[in-house]
């Protein structure tokens, strides 16, 4: 689904953050939208986290860097990173090129599917307004 210009796939859950959530089982891939990158920028370091570690929903536990901003990432769905994407510690402009795709950050186990609920879907209407607004916030930066 198309909002102000940005692409948002309808079958992943999303968060206030920019991040993204792709649900296979009690596993939930986690990456950054597109419209998150397009605001940070070319991304220049991505600091993965281990894997085996327990992370909480809406507690950050990784990070990742443009020119000019540090950016905190905090996990969609509490549970059990069980994957890292090692490639980016060497392109992170992975998350930049391919955000959906290749430039995923974490796969976690999850260990609450009812948190999912907390998360929004491209189509509510509560989603479709935050990212206007967003938009309206960044358009200098969106161009």
């Known amino acids: 689904m198309q909002i102000s210009g940005f692409e948002f796939p309808d ?15 009690n596993v939930v891939t986690q990456g950054l939208t597109e419209f998150g990158q397009a605001i940070a920028q070319e991304i220049v ?8 570690r327990e992370v909480e929903q809406g507690q950050t536990f990784m990070s990742m860097e443009s020119g000019k901003w ?18 980016l ?7 930049n090129e391919s955000p959906y795709e ?24 509560e989603f479709k307004a935050f990212i206007g607004e967003e938009a309206e916030k960044y358009k ?4």
Do not use: C, Q
């Open 102 to 125: 290749d430039g995923w950050l974490v796969k976690i186990e999850m260990s609450d599917p009812a948190e999912l609920d907390n998360l929004m879907r491209a189509n509510s209407p």
């Open 45 to 52: 370091f991505v600091e993965t986290p281990r894997t085996g």
């Open 11 to 25: 079958d992943l859950y999303y968060d206030k953050l920019h991040g993204w959530a792709r649900v296979e089982g």
């Open 89 to 95: 510690e060497w392109e992170p402009t992975l998350v």
């Open 140 to 143: 200098e930066i969106l161009g």
């Open 70 to 87: 540090v950016g905190r990432i905090a996990a969609l769905v509490s549970g059990k990173i069980a994957e890292a994407n090692e490639e």
